[in-house]
């Protein structure tokens, strides 16, 4: 990425904070493993313990519940993993949405090859879960429920903690993936009433590598992998303590900004929609996602440009210096269209023309004027 580049993809990553690159930086230069009984051990316990204790304050766990990953793709693997697979028990059901993140969505088919069976709940035409349907599909053998807290490409922000009430009706554990949510909206694991919640450190201006996986105690997860028995035997190996002091610092600065970074968001987000209908007109432009803003995550916008094929935007805007996305960046070698555009009923010109604006802590107004500009320019070309 060269110095011009206006980045509107924080979906699907962030630059690290220099702030975090700073308190990673000792547990990097000196040698010390967690486990270890001698004074560098003991110091990387120290550091270990005390980034567990911060995750599990902000996040509403205890610190016994935080299990360190490499990421929400561990993450989400090994809680649907954990939930679903009981030893020798034979396959059953995973009540799951058609817009879960392919870390969720493309392990469930990796077990329905298993003999799993997939039920699929609708969503609106916001992209919302209607958790009552999904509810309805609680069976006998349903293992557990999966429903991410935010969505990846609209924000639209899910009802995980009704659906996770209506799961302990029926004794059926829910997983969320909240890797795009962590970071950006307060996040309450013990309200949410999951079993298990999934998080990244690279979405928030964390580490790239660093990720969480909450596991309420008491909740029976069968492990992945089989090591030295760290973290509880959930994720044995050794622990990154570097990665885990970047994740904390982080969500922490995340923490003590929110208040600033939210109401930020909020403004440039709506900067940016009102600069594109004044630039391109408002009924040339559809909006993916809940219309009140409060229902989505304050720094993603979608948005549909009517009569625009989306790979030559997409190639305009980086010929021009502007990092957005067209979806999932998980999905982005897909020639299909949204899986979770497609749930929400989008019209057909518009699920290949719709593009992802992701703001990050440190966007600026004059960027997204810039963005502005870049995209009317833009579609203006490839409507002329």
Not at 187 to 197: K, M
């Amino acid at each position: 990425m060269n110095a011009t580049t206006i980045y509107l993809d924080h979906n699907a990553t962030t630059a690290l904070d220099p702030r975090v690159l700073e308190a990673m930086g000792p547990y990097f230069l000196v040698a010390g493993n967690a486990e270890s009984r001698h004074s560098a051990g003991r110091r990387a316990r120290r550091a270990f313990e005390e980034a567990t204790e911060v995750v599990a304050e902000i996040l509403g766990a205890r610190p016994d519940e935080v299990v360190f990953t490499s990421g929400g793709t561990e993450s989400n693997n090994l809680a649907v993993f954990g939930l679903a697979v009981d030893g020798a028990t034979p396959p059953g059901r995973i009540a799951t949405t058609p817009i879960e993140h392919p870390a969720v969505n493309e392990f469930v088919a990796h077990l329905e090859a298993r003999g799993f069976v997939a039920d699929l709940a609708p969503v609106d035409s916001e992209g919302t879960v209607d958790v009552d349907r999904m509810a309805a599909l609680f069976y006998e053998r349903t293992r557990l429920a999966t429903l991410m807290l935010a969505n990846n490409e609209t924000g639209t922000i899910q009802p995980v903690a009704k659906l996770a009430d209506l799961a302990a009706a029926r004794g059926i554990p829910v997983h969320t993936d909240a890797v795009q949510a962590v970071g950006r909206i307060p996040v309450d694991f013990a309200a949410l009433g999951v079993a298990t919640l999934a998080a990244s450190g690279h979405k928030f201006h964390g580490p790239a590598g660093s990720g969480v996986l909450l596991v309420r105690r008491g909740v029976r997860l069968t492990p992945r992998l089989y090591g030295g028995g760290q973290q509880q035997g959930r994720r044995p190996g050794t622990i990154a303590v570097p990665l885990a002091v970047g994740f904390a610092t982080a969500l922490d600065l995340w923490r003590r900004e929110y208040q600033s970074r939210t109401a930020t968001w909020r403004r440039l987000t709506q900067r940016l929609i009102d600069g594109l209908h004044r630039a391109i007109g408002p009924d040339r432009i559809l909006p993916n996602g809940p219309a009140d803003p409060s229902r989505r995550l304050p720094q993603t916008v979608n948005l549909g440009f009517l009569g625009v094929d989306g790979d030559a935007l997409l190639m305009q805007l980086d010929l021009a210096g502007l990092a957005v996305s067209l979806g999932s960046a998980c999905a982005s070698g897909s020639t299909q269209p949204s899986p979770t555009l497609v749930a929400m009923g989008v019209p057909t010109d518009c699920l290949r023309s719709s593009v992802r604006f992701s703001l990050g802590a440190f966007t600026t107004e004059a960027e997204i004027d810039q963005a502005v500009v870049h995209v009317a320019a833009a579609v203006k070309w490839l409507t002329r």
